[in-house]
């Protein structure tokens, strides 16, 4: 096993351990999708197109509002003191939804934490990221960490409404 998947492996089961024990709810973007190929947002019906945006405010918290992720000082070399997020996306989906779906709602969450670094790095170094050096990357990475957590389902649709799902197989 090369050492890059081990250290994912190992990211991934301290993630899952940390997010059953010690999350704050307000830290977690519960993004589920239903076999309908729709999502919702901390409850919320949101249309695919609108996900990248709420990951990025979820993130960023501009105005430190309790609906958001939390923040945490943090010193990161070639940034000094910054407030970075403390804030987890967590993915869920039915058993029955489409792969194609699943792809296209990773892939805005991807596209969020890109856009995110990118203006970052074009407000703090005056150059988009892909053209800073590699330390400059690793400062930024730092700075907005991509926690992404693929939750086990245990929520279903049931008469129209969603509901915990005690019968997961």
Known sequence: MNKKLFLTLVILIIIKLTYSLSIKERNVLNVFINSNDELLVKGE????????????????NPENDYVY??????????????????????????????YEFYIKVQNEIEKAYNELRNEYSIEKFGKEYKLIAKKYKKAINEYFPKIISEAEPNYAWKNGKLVKNYYTY
């Open 45 to 60: 019906p949101l249309h695919i197109d609108s996900l990248c945006d709420r990951v990025k405010v979820f993130i960023l």
């Open 69 to 98: 992720s939390e923040k945490r000082e943090s010193e990161i070399k070639h940034l000094g003191i910054v407030m970075v997020s403390k804030g987890i996306v967590s993915v869920q989906c039915e058993r029955n939804t489409t």
